[in-house]
């Protein structure tokens, strides 16, 4: 670790904090907290580390991988090679940078994890555990865990899927994420911890790729229609899915983060809805800005996960609870895709 100690914080949760002396109202302004992000070099803790940087500073934020990132990521700020599935390396960074909130975003996705089923097991449920222990210990006040649309299985409603409904995942990694949810909200229940979790929907961004998701055919589209001007896609034409951009999904996080404690009523994961579309839906949009661009369906093992996760969500407690509300539709992605990667 780098010798570059920040100084310690005696208080995480808030930058101001008001007292009262012999009558007199003071407001005082409290150091930041500082912030770990375990999985900063992925898809989306690159985004969101770059995020939580630009709203309190690079130096409060502190980005670990097990492996490093890009430029961008690596050039803004502190950076430790870590490997979060050990507890006392975990530890030891943590009470070096005087760590109050983590970001667990390390996790092996839906299609990988069908090839891998015992590394995906151990990587996303020890990297909980861990997190979730020194919370109990007392040793980080805040995590935030995500969830996915994986959690759902084929006995699920496949539209407006709603937060409380039968789920029985069919896939590692949704088994992996709904035992997750199970353990963040008994850790809630049982020992106070304050997790906070979403449910991503497939999520599409132009800054890092994905890694072995069902979803990424979303993103690799956009790619291969700039590069070839055509497209053949590992899911059928009708496969319908719930899917967001990355800045609905790093607001939504910082959101849910920032909501004050009583807020929070779900403490397993809350569903979170952006748009819903099929790959055709989303290859007639791009041909309405690239006319010549062809697409070709070539459904490979992944259509099976596909098949058995919704179509659509319904995130009523989200917009309730703590105001989300999402602001990318299809149009506006292929625009931002497009613009960003042409
Ligand atoms: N995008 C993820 C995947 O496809 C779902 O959470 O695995």
């Not at 989303?282 to 070539?298: C, G």
Request: charged fraction near 25%; proline fraction near 5%.
């Amino acid at each position: 670790m780098k010798k570059n100690k920040i100084l310690s914080i005696s208080e995480c949760t808030n930058f101001k904090k008001k007292v009262s002396l012999y009558g007199i109202h003071l407001t005082l302004f409290l150091m930041p907290k500082n912030i770990l992000i375990i999985g900063a070099c992925g898809q989306i803790g690159t985004e969101l580390t770059l995020a939580l940087r630009k709203k309190y500073g690079s130096e409060h934020v502190i980005a670990s991988d097990i492996r490093e990132g890009n430029d961008d990521l690596m050039q803004s700020g502190p950076f430790e090679i870590l490997d979060a599935t050990n507890y006392d390396t975990l530890e030891e960074v943590i009470a070096y940078y005087d760590i109050c909130e983590v970001y667990l975003m390390a996790a092996m996705l839906s299609a990988t994890a069908e090839k891998f089923p015992m590394r995906a097991w151990n990587l996303n449920m020890n990297t909980l555990f861990n997190v979730l222990n020194l919370a109990k210990e007392k040793k980080i006040n805040k995590i935030f865990w995500p969830s996915s649309i994986a959690v759902f299985g084929p006995n699920t409603p496949k539209e407006d899927t709603p937060q409380n409904t039968i789920m029985e995942p069919s896939t590692v990694y949704g088994i992996s994420k709904q035992s997750g949810e199970r353990w963040c909200e008994y850790y809630f229940n049982k020992f106070n911890v304050d997790v906070r979790s979403i449910r991503y929907p497939g999520l599409i961004s132009w800054k890092t790729m994905p890694g072995g998701g069902t979803t990424d055919y979303a993103i690799e589209i956009y790619h291969k229609a700039l590069s070839d001007g055509s497209y053949t896609c590992f899911l059928g034409e009708e496969t319908k899915l719930p899917m967001m951009f990355m800045d609905d999904a790093i607001r939504a996080t910082l959101q849910i983060m920032e909501a004050p404690e009583k807020d929070i009523k779900v403490r397993s994961s809350y569903n979170l809805a952006g748009m819903s579309f099929t790959p055709k839906e989303m290859a007639e949009n791009i041909k309405a800005v690239m006319p010549s661009f062809k697409i070709e369906y070539a459904p490979d093992f992944r259509q099976d996960i596909a098949d058995s996760w919704p179509s659509s969500i319904d995130d009523t407690p989200a917009k309730d609870d703590w105001g989300w509300k999402s602001e990318f539709n299809l149009e506006k992605t292929t625009e931002e895709m497009l613009g960003n990667l042409g």
